[in-house]
């Protein structure tokens, strides 16, 4: 593959996922208007289902090329896992509101994506490391987006009771683990930087007594 083939590959892998975040408005207007309009409802099914197909194209995309390139899409990791929660969260906060889902699971899914957001924020500031999504965190991802389209298209009542409760057993425990690798990644660069600084004391030192001895 040329280098050229390869920017190509990663401008589309990120072209994706901006497609994901300005689709939200899309989201919340078809959802809203759903339990009105059995056209919107198919609508916003077709939409949530071609929006996460594309998430899984540009991650395999956006990989391939940087492998290529040797360089680490730093725009693409940034966006991408936003974009993600930004439209799965908006689907169900819409579907709260129109009573089509409870309203302490969408809270919950709410609450794990923005502690996802913050905490990759809080450890990107403070130590400088970017942390990825993880299996668990895109398994959480694909389980909740199949949610959506089972809840738009309204498969029977028991079925989307069982999935409910798989995917906020799901949600928590894929919290919990990123919450585990920000601790770690944070504890890691920690160690690292007190590394740093005793090395760079040891040399103070060393040269302090060089320069005294006679």
Sequence with gaps: MSKQAAFLLVHVANALSLVRLFAVPVIVVLIWRAPEDASSRYAAFWLIACLHAADMLDGYLARKGSRRLAVRNYFGEMVDPIADKMYIGAAYVTLAVT???AG???ALVLFRDSAIILGWT?????FGVRLLPNSLGKVTDAGLAVLVCAVLLQVDQTVLGLMTYTAAALTVA?????GRMAARAGSRASFRRLRAIAAA???????NRIRSAP
């Design 99 to 101: 009573d089509e889902v």
């Design 174 to 178: 894929s919290g919990v683990s990123y």
């Design 122 to 126: 809080v450890v990107y500031r403070r």
């Design 104 to 106: 302490p699971f969408a």
């Design 201 to 207: 004391r040891r040399d103070r030192a060393a040269g």
